[in-house]
């Protein structure tokens, strides 16, 4: 995979790819750089793409893991078309499960042939604007926070 790189910067590059910060990587353990080195490294070309890399390998990896069970997830689809909210036993089964698993079965397939079967959330003016709210909020609390 890619170039070699030192263990340390392996580990680094491994735990980005995983969402972490570079604070966060640079005072783990395993890595235990100051910040400065977390920057130096964060400009080295081959680092980054070790980072890309990493990530694009989850991302090829979960797409292999839906292609799989796309067959299932289209048999969920069918099961819930034709026996609505019950088991096998024919019992009522809650509502809420049954509307999970369907969203589940609907993401992964569209997932895995790039259409969309009506899935997708709408959002009320009133949650764009509370999200919009929550963005601005997060946004003042990391200038704060980096200050």
Known sequence: MGDYLPP???????????GFLQAEVARDKK?????????AWMKD???????????????RHAEEVFARNVGEAAEV?????TSGAKDEDGKAVDSRIVASKLKAAL??????MGKNLGTEKTTTKKEEE????????ID???KFANA
Do not use: H, P
């Not at 910067?9 to 790819?17: T, Y």
């Not at 890595?31 to 977390?38: A, D, F, G, R, S």
């Not at 689809?77 to 078309?81: D, K, L």
């Open 8 to 18: 340390k910067k392996e580990i680094a590059a491994r735990l980005l790819s995983k």
């Open 31 to 39: 890595v235990n750089v100051t910040k400065q080195t977390m920057t």
């Open 45 to 59: 070309e081959n680092f980054r793409r070790k980072i890309d890399e990493y990530k694009t390998d989850k991302v």
């Open 77 to 81: 689809v069918v099961e819930i078309a």
């Open 107 to 112: 993401f992964n397939i569209e997932r895995t």
């Open 130 to 137: 509370i999200e919009e709210i929550a963005e601005d909020e």
């Open 140 to 142: 003042d609390v990391l």
